[in-house]
């Protein structure tokens, strides 16, 4: 039996869509069948992000309304073998799909897949009522930000309203130098506000946005930070110890250095 | 719902008559409905020689007989025998009916050459579905993420960037033209493609794509 996992911010543009491309593929890379789950109805990204928007024929809405089965909506990656994508509809709105088909999808993959990977809308509206129907786990993405940070208290309320208990942080985009100098808060400072377990830290990294325009996951580079961080919390969503990236020295001279290489060599 | 779960059918076919039980039908209630069906029919039935079989619920021996009993005093019906039938719903071999909001169809859009045709101004943006059952002239551009389904062919007075489906009852015989060709996916009757993964030399030539022997050939005009 498959573990489905929302990913989810209520804020937008903090990285959720990306995270799960990332957790998806690492969670594949580690051997695990997993299943991408775009629930953005209406304003769907992820398969823009994963490269796949050109094979999509059957999307959520067809499966749920059962035009077709879900086997023929599922779109194979075109990299990896037991890395499967779930489109959402384009041409719809939230309201096609009702919190009570989701989780019978969701039960339905959860048969044929060990990780279901759901990405969630931003807002709090019927699209993220849809994508939490299913979840046995939360993680919840925040920015560094104080408005992001808000928006996550918010979500992790309503997760633990809707009985998905301990939900897990991921801090995305932290500039270590920023916040040394004390323009960014911290990661102790977002854990002391949110009070739940961290599960990563992914650094603000260029590498991210060539990797999202060209369709292919950052975690696949070896060389890229964010991808390193992603690989990380992909093995911690297995179960194993992970010590957290030391991102201090970043951005120093070295870094600096190793980008120019990862930027020449990408 | 209810009036389903509580009803009998009646069968005729080659092998005798074949009447199918709901399977959580009372058995008591069952008997009295075959009577009452047979009996109606009393014309059709009497002096006639009936194999039966049954299919759903699973009788006993004692109620065979009450059931044959039950049909022979209602119409005077000779049954020769009464045997349960275990019967599997023969599996659909599905097939592609629609791809994208047409349904297919045996008999085509026929106006191809000369039929109605509907014409959009303006960009067909992301999340906007033109859906027409004839042919269709865009003047401006299609969008990634947009769709454009018609029964006829589909002409691009701008770039082609979105989804097009060109003959969505199924005929191959249509076609899509654009000012640049180079959509996300483009499906002519029941035929899918789509661009290389590798981006090809940008190229600004308005373009068309047919089906020949199966395939969808795209050149320039």
Redesign the interface.
Known sequence: MGEVIVITSGKGGVGKTTTTANLGTGLCLLGKKVALLDTDI???NLD?VM?L??????DLVDVVEG?C?IKQALIKD?RYDGLYLLPAA??RDKNSVTPNQMLKLCDDLREEFDYIIVDCPAGIEQGFKNAIAGADRAIVITTPEVSAVRDADRIIGLLEANEIRKPLLLINRVRPVMVKKGDMMSIEDIIDILAIDLIGVVPDDENIIISTNRGEPAVTEDKSLAGQAYRNVAKRIMGEEVPLIDLSGQDGFLAKVKKLFGFRSA | MKDETNKITFKGTAEGLVIIIPEQMDTDLVIKQIGNKVKAAEKFFRGAKLKVLYRGKELTEQEEEKLKDVMVKNSGVIIESINYELYEPPIVE?KHT??SGIPFRHIFFKGLDEGPCKFVRGTIR????VLYEGNVVIIGDAN??S?IVASGNVIVMGALRG?VHAGADGNRQAIVVALKLSP??LRIGDI?T??P?IPEEIQSRPEMATVKDGVIYVEPL
């Open positions: 209406g304003l769907r823009v490269g928007e050109n094979r999509i024929v059957y035009v089965r075109k384009q041409t | 599905e629609q791809a992301s999340g906007t579905r990634p993420g769709e989804m996300t996916q899918i789509r661009c993964d």
